[in-house]
């Protein structure tokens, strides 16, 4: 477990709010599995994929050597899916590659704030152009604090807004995004 006093990083295949969603999430019509994640931290992803039986070929971005380093030392070994892991700002990395993925996973978090950068509407348009037609886009987020239950922080507004097929999975303090209602299973 990678976790600091107001938030978890990386929690293995424990990483609740990602394993609920994925449980949910129909693969059949992903269009390959190239996969992106942005904030790779420990490797809970891959993890809880593969524990779920999806084999993908990763695409890891993570910004903190140290991170990497500990992924290196207690995570990455243990897969079984190629993970190709890069120690490079998020923004930075889809601002310079042209590539396109057939799932993207964003879990940018600097204590329990996502980074202002990452909540434009010009990074979500990157998200946008480097998804392949029909791919998925999975975004952690936080639900707002002491406001009504239906109420959407003005970053999961511009993704609706953005992506206005998309849904919000509720896994306790986090409301993970997903581009396609269709992908989620009732």
Not at 54 to 83: C, M, R, W
Not at 144 to 162: I, V, Y
């Given at each position: 477990m990678l976790s600091t006093?107001?938030?978890?990083?990386?929690?293995?295949?424990?990483?609740?709010?990602?394993?609920q969603t994925f449980k949910r999430t129909s693969w059949s019509d992903l269009p390959g599995s190239d996969f992106l994640i942005l904030g790779y931290g420990l490797g809970s992803i891959p993890a809880i994929l593969e524990k779920m039986?999806?084999?993908?070929?990763?695409?890891?971005?993570?910004?903190?050597?140290?991170?990497?380093?500990?992924?290196?030392?207690?995570?990455?070994?243990?897969?079984?899916?190629?993970?190709?892991l890069y120690e490079v700002d998020a923004k930075d990395f889809l601002s310079q590659q042209q590539k396109t993925f057939s799932a993207i996973c964003m879990d940018i978090f600097v204590e329990d704030e996502i980074p202002t950068l990452f909540t434009t509407n010009k990074f979500i348009e990157q998200l946008k152009t480097h998804l392949k037609k029909n791919g998925l886009l999975f975004v952690n987020t936080i639900k707002p604090k002491d406001e009504e239950e239906n109420t959407l922080t003005p970053f999961q507004k511009k993704l609706q807004?953005?992506?206005?097929?998309?849904?919000?999975?509720?896994?306790?303090?986090?409301?993970v995004f997903v581009n396609q209602v269709s992908a989620i299973n009732k």
């Amino acid at each position: 477990m990678l976790s600091t006093a107001k938030a978890v990083y990386s929690h293995g295949d424990l990483y609740d709010n990602f394993v609920q969603t994925f449980k949910r999430t129909s693969w059949s019509d992903l269009p390959g599995s190239d996969f992106l994640i942005l904030g790779y931290g420990l490797g809970s992803i891959p993890a809880i994929l593969e524990k779920m039986g999806h084999e993908f070929q990763y695409t890891g971005i993570e910004k903190d050597a140290n991170v990497i380093y500990l992924a290196s030392k207690y995570t990455l070994n243990d897969l079984k899916s190629p993970v190709h892991l890069y120690e490079v700002d998020a923004k930075d990395f889809l601002s310079q590659q042209q590539k396109t993925f057939s799932a993207i996973c964003m879990d940018i978090f600097v204590e329990d704030e996502i980074p202002t950068l990452f909540t434009t509407n010009k990074f979500i348009e990157q998200l946008k152009t480097h998804l392949k037609k029909n791919g998925l886009l999975f975004v952690n987020t936080i639900k707002p604090k002491d406001e009504e239950e239906n109420t959407l922080t003005p970053f999961q507004k511009k993704l609706q807004k953005a992506f206005p097929d998309g849904t919000f999975i509720e896994v306790g303090p986090n409301a993970v995004f997903v581009n396609q209602v269709s992908a989620i299973n009732k």
